[in-house]
């Protein structure tokens, strides 16, 4: 790798010195003066120095050298990588470069670093020679413990070789246009603090100084990172949640859907955005789900548990049950959330349940005209009732079931715990109600290494061991995806432990087999809420418990939390 050398020395220290996989290749000759001894006297001194001769040996901060006449001078070192070769930047601790109090015209820049919100440095070759206070109270060190250091000691190793050539860019370019680079500090501490950095280099008493003002984004960067990390669980929840979800703009148009419309459309995402939501219903209803919408963004009223038919690529209707509503930004409507669900099935069994109600009333007239006719046809009409009562039951258990686990789905479950919880709040005598969140530990890891197919057997296994493993009047029902929700009326925040350490002990000691997945292990992170009667609701509760669950997740999962007020 071709160095700048001179630049080098400009920046970092006169004294500098060149290691490569065989030890010292070159010696600064200001290092040589200082010393008052030749290039070939220095390189002997360093070669008996075994971390300068041994490839990636780690260099001592500081080293002794010999001077003309015997003595010896002490400089502190700092090693940089820069491709191929390390440098090593020596300043003396006997003699290190002048304080910028020394150098003319110093108020200016005084001034500048004192009062502004930032921090502020001055370099002569390498050596600092002003830092502020604010620049020290975030490095956590006193002033005299930078004063007069290398100034790329107090940067992150990993980004020492961005600051050199930032360093040199500021010194070569003198008093024009200032560049800005990216910044990593360390602190007193070993914690790490970003930067952006601007600099610059001025002449003062045959000296060209750089200055370096330093704007503290670490906070920024953190918030960033966050809300980054918030935006992936967003992504990852909107692309696998087993429902609809359509973003409409005030103007009628598809901005976003997840992976769930996309498929049962039979479209990829990127051919349904940009289009009219109403291209994608049947047309005798485009123009009622026009007019709603419209209203939609009018009056803000929600649309709820309306029906609509979408057609799907290959032409086939599919009835579906949506709720809508807007979101609004800054007190202005920006967009329209609707979430639907396929109730093509549910409807199905609808329109039979009215066949058998029109077959029974035909029946039933028959009978009406002669009474030897009724008499022979009851068998007939028990069996039609028969058939019927049957039918309705089927009807209203899957209303209220989830087709996989066939324990209760999430709607009858917000209908359970409004019940629950409006039985709590009119005790008089006091009372308690508590709630079981639960969370099947990496289950998409689970899903990609055995499969959705395995994955489903044993969400319907887990829902087994629930069954089993609660009292008869508490409620079961999946709440989502791999979540399960247990409603415990009569149970106080110890019960609820107990009820939740059983089941998760229960799921830790069953071994799942299915097809690839031979005595698997599955965990699960329990959440406890729990209210007391009064004036409460079920947000109240199911926040408690979810607020929990996640506590357990971040706790290494496996376990069960119990809500805490913050």
Partial sequence: MDLDIAGLEAVLSPYIVLLGGTGVHYVSAALSGRLGVDEGEVRRGLDRIPAFVSPGAEIPSSVALATKGGGEDVFACTAITLGDCRVIALISEKNPARPFVEYADRDTFVRMFTRAPMGGLVVDRGVVVYVNEFLCALLEKERGQVLGTSVISLVSKEGRQDFIRA?????????????????????????????TARGGCIERASRRLIWITLDDVTENHRIRRALKEEQLKFAELFGELPAGIIYISPRGRIMECNDYVAALVGRPREQIRGTPFTDHVSPDQAGVLRDDFRELFTDGREIAKRESTITTMDGRPVTIEYNARVIYRKGHPSKALMMFSD???????????????????????DMAEVKDAL?????????????????????????????????????????RLTEEVE???????GGVLSLLLMDIDDFKL???????????????????LLK???RSIDILARYGGEEFAVILPNAGTEQAVIVGERIRQTIRSTPFTYGEAVGAKVTVSIGVGT????????????????????????????????WEED
Avoid: P
Wanted: proline share 0%.
């Fill in 446 to 464: 689970f899903n990609d290494t055995y499969g959705h197919q395995c994955g489903d057997m044993v969400l319907k296994h887990i829902a087994s």
């Fill in 468 to 470: 089993s493993s609660i």
């Fill in 423 to 429: 039985r709590l709040n009119r005790l008089k005598g």
């Fill in 167 to 195: 360093c040199q860019i500021w010194h070569d370019q003198g008093n024009g246009e200032v560049e800005t680079f990216d910044l990593m500090l360390t602190s007193c501490r070993g914690s790490r603090l970003l930067f």
């Fill in 531 to 562: 209210i007391v009667s009064g004036n409460t609701d079920k947000a109240d509760l199911v926040r408690k418990a979810d607020s929990a669950m996640y506590a357990a997740k971040a706790r290494w999962k496996d376990r069960v939390e119990v």
């Fill in 375 to 415: 008499e022979a046809r009851a068998g007939e009409l028990n069996k039609a009732t028969e058939d019927l009562k049957q039918l309705n039951e089927k009807l209203n258990l899957l209303s209220i079931t989830d087709g996989l686990t066939e324990v209760y789905n999430h709607r009858h479950f917000q209908d």
């Fill in 343 to 365: 109730v093509t099935d549910k409807k199905v069994l609808e329109l039979e349940l009215l066949e058998k109600n029109a077959e029974m009333e035909r029946t039933l007239w």
